[in-house]
Each structure stands twice: as C-alpha cells, then as structure tokens.
T-cell receptor
C-alpha cells in the first residue's frame, strides 16, 4: 500500500524567510510519480510539480525548489524568500507510474506567511 | 484551455436527503476522477473513470454513493441518503493519460450535511 506522510501540520514564517515542507513516502512500486499541489483559501488544487522516480535531479522553478532523495524516500519542497501569496495548504502526493495513476495524498501542511 | 468545471459550488442539505454533483472535464481528457476531501485531510479517491468505464471504485461507499460518466464526457456523483460524515469538498479532476502535468482539478463542491 502507498502512504504519504507530511509530519508538519502547520508552519508560520515571517515574509522573506525560507521555508521547507517535508514529505516522506512509502511504496512497493519501483516506478512511481511524486507530486506537490498548492491549495489556496479558494479551494482549488494547483499543480506545482511532478517527478518521476527515476529522476533524482533537484529542480528549481523561480523561488520554488524540490529535493528528491530516493534513499530516504523523501521529496521536500523549499520556498525561498517567502511571500504572503505563498500562504496555503500544500499537499504532497504519490501515484503509480504504470497503473491507474490514482493519487495518494498526505494530510497537508498549512503554511502561513506573516507580513 | 478551459479548466475542469464543477457545480454547484456549495450545497447544504439535511441528513437523509439526496444530492448530486456535476463535473465537466477538460476536452479530450479520457480519465476522470472524483475525490473526497474532508476538512483537515488530504483528498481521497472515490472513483476513477477511463472514458465511460470504471477503473477503480474500491473506496466508493456503494450503499449510498453512485457515479456515472455518460458518453465518456460529463460525470455526475450522487449521494443518497446523505450522512453527517459526508460533509466534505468533492473534487473532480481529469487527466490526459500519460500527460506530463498530472491532474487538473476543478474548484470543488463544498457539501454541508446538517
């Protein structure tokens, strides 16, 4: 069975600080995908990134970066120079790569950026 | 491209009543999903369609929930009769199988059962 753990329930940081959201996953699959989604107060889930299990390169997109470490089954997300608009709930998710692509979500981390 | 459309946006019903939610996926997306998100939790898959066939409904409470996707496009999720614990946001998503960007989610329907 697949499982995603986001141990940080809530995080608050002051604007312009860097913040890292942790994600640890469990799967028996050798090929899988990892995702991060953002859920702002409006409620929709906004796709941020998808990473294939074979690709362990870290990725940077503007102020966002992701660190994938297969050895520790972690896929952490860092926001650099945080802004108030980053306030949201962030979900890490996992899916099979060759199956039905069902997403297994973590419980989410509520991030609050204090102006 | 237009996003995933869902209606209604909000719904309040009394327990034991019935309710239906509608979803229109992105044009050309063969796969459609319904997820249930209870407050404070991550979304949980209820049912997955590939075109108009069911791929996975293992977590759908079939005694009260039903879903259909006629003609492989729009989908309707129904609850009858509703219970208090069905209060949640119901999210519809669609995907282009093996597409590079994962799912596209709709804005959801927030259901409150009183």
């Amino acid at each position: 069975a697949q499982k995603v753990t986001q141990a940080q329930t809530e995080i608050s940081v002051v604007e312009k600080e860097d913040v890292t959201l942790d994600c640890v996953y469990e799967t028996r699959d050798t090929t899988y995908y990892l995702f991060w989604y953002k859920q702002p107060p409006s409620g929709e889930l906004v796709f941020l990134i998808r990473r294939n299990s074979f690709d362990e390169q870290n990725e940077i997109s503007g102020r966002y970066s992701w660190n994938f470490q297969k050895s520790t089954s972690s896929f952490n997300f860092t926001i650099t120079a945080s802004q108030v608009v980053d306030s949201a709930v962030y979900f890490c998710a996992l899916s099979e790569a060759l199956g039905n692509e069902k997403l297994t979500f973590g419980t989410g981390t509520r991030l609050t950026i204090i102006p | 491209e237009a996003g995933v459309a869902q209606s209604p946006r909000y719904k309040i019903i009394e327990k034991r009543q019935s309710v239906a939610f509608w979803c229109n996926p992105i044009s050309g997306h063969a796969t459609l999903y319904w997820y249930q998100q209870i407050l404070g939790q991550g979304p949980k898959l209820l049912i997955q369609f590939q075109n108009n066939g069911v791929v996975d409904d293992s977590q759908l409470p079939k005694d009260r929930f039903s879903a259909e996707r006629l003609k492989g496009v729009d989908s309707t999720l129904k609850i009858q009769p509703a219970k208090l614990e069905d209060s949640a946001v119901y999210l519809c998503a669609s995907s282009l199988r093996f597409g590079p960007y994962g799912y596209t989610f709709g804005s959801g329907t927030r259901l409150t059962v009183v």
